[in-house]
Each structure stands twice: as C-alpha cells, then as structure tokens.
C-alpha cells in the first residue's frame, strides 16, 4: 500500500476525510500531497497531519493520482488550469459530486484514465460506503488502486456510472437522513418524559446496534421490523401512524428530490 504518490487537489471536507483515512490506514505521509486555495486552509493541514501542501501545477508534476475534491461549481476552472500539464496515463479520481467522468474526459489529455468516485462522511470513523465507477479510459487495475484507496475508510462497491447520481441521493446524502431520523426520535423521547441525555444514549445505541444487525445478520429488513413487531403490541401501534403519516412515501420522494438535484448541479457546470 502506498506505492504509489497521491494528491488531493483541492482539500475541503471531503478531501480531508480522504487524507486523514488514508494516514490512519498506513499510507505513507510522504506519498500524500494536498492543494488548498486558502493559505491558513494549507497552515491547518500540514500542522493536523504533516502533509505536504504544494501548489496545483506541482501536485500534477509529483503525484500518480490526482483526487479531485473541489466544489462541482469550481471543476472547470480548475481542469483549464491543469487539464494541459497532465500527462495522459496519471489517474485522476473524481470526487465532485454530480459531474460525469465525460466532463473530465473534455477538458483532459485524450485516453486520461477518470474514476468517479462517490463517498460519505462516515469515512471519519472509517464507515464510509464509497462507490467506484470506472470511466471510458479506466482499465482494471485503476480501479483496483481506487479500491485501495477507499477501501480502508469503510466499504467500496463498483456500480456503472449511470448509477452514481442515485448513490449520492442513497449513500452521498444518507447520513443526514438518518441524523435527521435520530434527532426526531430524541425529540419524542423529552415529550414522553425523558431527560435529553437519556433519550439521547437509548436512540443513538439502539440505531447502532439495528445497523449491525442489518449488516451482520444478513436477513431481510421486513423480517428483522417483523421480529419485533408483537401482535396488538407497541411496535405495530407506531408503524401504523409512520404509514398513516406517509413516512414511506416521504422517503421516496425526498431520494427522488436528491437524485433529480445531482442532476441539476451537474447540468449547471
């Protein structure tokens, strides 16, 4: 691991997680290189992980990967910029949510190898769920080293990118769903009488422990709500004013709502 020499170009939150798992997992510091547009953004991240901050041209000429975070909004200037000085085998991973591998294969060296690469911000406790999508010039062993990369913050899976903008409404966008969830359930808790702290611990354990059920048990969903879901009991007595609130239907839109906004930024740039 750690061969090969990465930059993040453009280190915000999500280059950052980036970095900072890539350390936890072993990655050499002296493989690792970061761009960053502010100069106290650079102090930061060399003093938080003794990373080499450098400017954009050297971070093209050093580095074998190039791992794009800016902002989407912020992509086409910064590839007129570099887009000359790479040279047409050095990988370039795409971490900008929404764009499509064909806007990098515009404004790059012909036969440029882009791999999209969608992730979440559980990559801080290495939890991410990050999916892999090859570009048209992206050969198996390219995603191979994406795999590499990504896999030590969390799970990685290959979807085609016809999928990618449904995985940042799904797995992008999901952890604030379920904070939002958890928030709402806490809320309940004080209006049944409980102190914040308590309701608090019994919500955040019991989302903690039904997600490794889900993960570990590998039993449908229906069947583990089934198990606890008594006949004329609590549960069945909640579930039925989730349904008659239209909770299903709401989160079907609201991914849909995401989905169709991924698009919208992308068609933006």
């Not at 750690?2 to 990655?27: D, H, P, Q, Y």
Request: hydrophobic share 45%; aromatic share 2%.
């Amino acid at each position: 691991m750690g061969g090969n020499t990465v930059a993040v170009i453009g280190a915000g939150k999500i280059g950052e997680l980036m970095l900072s798992g890539l350390l936890r997992s072993g990655w050499p510091v002296d493989r690792l290189l970061a761009t960053a547009r502010r100069p106290a953004r650079a102090q930061e991240l060399t003093e938080r992980y003794g990373v080499r901050v450098v400017d954009n041209p050297t971070a093209v000429d050093e580095a074998d990967v190039l791992a794009v975070s800016v902002k989407p909004q912020d992509a086409a200037a910064l590839l007129d910029e570099i887009g000359p000085k790479v040279p047409a085998g050095k990988l370039v991973i795409s971490l900008c949510a929404g764009l499509p591998t064909s806007f990098f294969n515009r404004r790059l060296p012909e036969g440029t190898p882009v791999v999209r690469v969608m992730t979440n911000t559980p990559a801080l406790v290495d939890q991410a769920m990050s999916a892999i999508s090859p570009g048209a010039h992206a050969t198996a062993a390219h995603l191979a080293l994406a795999e590499e990369m990504f896999s030590p913050l969390g799970s990685t899976i290959r979807v085609p990118e016809s999928q990618q903008d449904a995985v940042t409404a799904l797995s992008g966008s999901g952890p604030a769903y379920f904070y939002l969830l958890v928030e709402a359930m806490i809320d309940a808790g004080i209006l049944l009488g409980l102190p914040r702290q308590v309701a608090h611990e019994l919500i955040v354990q019991t989302a903690i422990g039904s997600a490794m059920m889900l993960r570990d048990s590998g039993e449908h969903p229906v069947k583990l709500r089934e198990a606890v879901t008594s006949p004329a009991g609590t549960t069945i007595s909640a579930i039925r004013e989730l349904e008659n609130h239209g909770v299903r239907a709401a989160m079907l839109a609201a991914l849909e709502a995401a989905r169709d906004r991924a698009r919208e930024l992308a068609a933006q740039v």
